[in-house]
């Protein structure tokens, strides 16, 4: 954990995250948890969530796991409910569940297109719509968890491209809705992450980890604390006068787009000749 942070920031607050039983997630689940939020993890597999959850109360904090899949708008808000009688109010709510799988746009079929954009972005409106009710308002904080394909085109990746872009535009138009009520709502947009079910689909071998690595101005992949680290920043009281924000956290790899990411590479390997 980044060390310009304090300790107990979220003391006394409770936070829901869907897609929180693993990855990117479930670090930040952990995050607010040892910050002293109680965290309500929400997810389709009822034993990867117990795990979780144990893992999460080990910090000394109320934690428990609510099976649903996002894309069920009753079973979804089923269980937001449940969160809300067990823990309280919403201060925190992440919606982070999401679906991945390189293919060409012809090679993929519709049914495979829409069931990313039905996970990605009908399920980040579903989780919103159905957790407003049970905010703190004011004060309550969304963070939509989105990609950096959302505003650098990647082949293979069309669905995800769609359905990020679209979680982001959502992100601002609840902003704008929601302010008046004292409710945040921004974007995180991840690059590549180390040890994450995604990175091992987009890189599954060392070569095109390689090959990956040098697109990134930084040389390298982000951790899953670093974005977790930037997620208690938004929800942080550091953050409170910013909403509508979709945050790039990506090294720096989506700056020039894919021909000027290939570019920079060249010109990189030609300095050092």
Same mark, same amino acid.
Not at 100 to 118: E, I, Q, R, T
Not at 155 to 162: D, F, G, I, L, P
Not at 182 to 204: H, K, Q, Y
Not at 206 to 228: C, G, M
């Given at each position: 954990?980044?060390?310009?942070?304090?300790? &107990?920031?979220?003391?006394? $607050?409770?936070?829901?995250?869907?897609?929180?039983?693993?990855?990117? &997630?479930?670090?930040?689940?952990?995050?607010?948890?040892?910050?002293?939020? &109680?965290?309500?993890?929400?997810?389709?597999?009822?034993?990867?969530?117990?795990?979780?959850?144990?893992?999460?109360?080990?910090?000394?904090? $109320? @934690?428990?796991?609510?099976?649903?899949?996002?894309?069920?708008?009753?079973?979804?808000?089923?269980?937001?409910?449940?969160?809300?009688?067990?823990?309280?109010? #919403?201060?925190?709510?992440?919606?982070?569940?999401?679906?991945?799988?390189?293919?060409?746009?012809?090679?993929?079929?519709?049914?495979?297109?829409?069931?990313?954009?039905?996970?990605?972005?009908?399920?980040?409106?579903?989780?919103?719509?159905?957790?407003?009710?049970?905010?703190?308002?004011?004060?309550?904080?969304?963070?939509?968890?989105?990609?950096?394909?959302?505003?650098?085109?990647?082949?293979?990746?069309?669905?995800?491209? @769609?359905?990020?872009?679209?979680?982001?535009?959502?992100?601002?138009?609840?902003? %704008?809705?929601?302010?008046?009520?004292?409710?945040?709502?921004?974007?995180?947009?991840?690059?590549?992450?180390?040890?994450?079910?995604?990175?091992?689909?987009?890189?599954?071998?060392?070569?095109?980890?390689?090959?990956?690595? $040098?697109?990134?101005?930084?040389?390298?992949?982000?951790?899953?604390?670093?974005?977790?680290?930037?997620? %208690?920043?938004?929800?942080?009281?550091?953050?409170?006068?910013?909403?509508?924000?979709?945050?790039?956290?990506?090294?720096?790899?989506? %700056?020039?787009? #894919?021909?000027?990411?290939?570019?920079?590479?060249?010109?990189?390997?030609?300095?050092?000749?």
């Amino acid at each position: 954990m980044a060390k310009a942070f304090g300790v &107990n920031l979220l003391a006394g $607050k409770s936070a829901l995250i869907t897609g929180g039983g693993s990855g990117i &997630n479930f670090a930040i689940a952990k995050r607010f948890a040892s910050q002293g939020a &109680n965290v309500a993890v929400v997810g389709r597999t009822k034993e990867k969530l117990e795990t979780a959850a144990a893992e999460l109360r080990a910090l000394g904090v $109320k @934690a428990a796991g609510y099976p649903a899949d996002v894309r069920d708008y009753d079973a979804l808000s089923a269980a937001i409910a449940s969160a809300h009688a067990d823990h309280g109010a #919403l201060d925190i709510v992440v919606c982070g569940a999401a679906g991945n799988f390189p293919a060409p746009a012809l090679g993929m079929s519709a049914n495979g297109f829409k069931a990313v954009v039905d996970i990605d972005l009908v399920g980040t409106f579903n989780t919103c719509r159905a957790a407003f009710g049970h905010l703190r308002r004011p004060g309550a904080s969304i963070i939509n968890i989105s990609a950096m394909q959302a505003v650098s085109p990647m082949a293979m990746q069309s669905h995800v491209c @769609a359905a990020k872009a679209g979680v982001d535009m959502l992100t601002r138009c609840l902003a %704008l809705e929601w302010g008046s009520e004292g409710v945040r709502v921004n974007s995180i947009a991840p690059g590549a992450v180390d040890d994450t079910e995604g990175m091992s689909r987009l890189a599954p071998t060392p070569e095109v980890r390689d090959h990956y690595t $040098k697109t990134i101005p930084l040389r390298r992949f982000a951790q899953k604390d670093e974005i977790a680290d930037l997620a %208690l920043f938004l929800v942080s009281d550091a953050a409170q006068f910013i909403t509508g924000a979709v945050i790039l956290c990506d090294g720096g790899q989506s %700056l020039a787009g #894919l021909g000027g990411r290939l570019s920079a590479v060249t010109a990189k390997d030609a300095q050092k000749a």
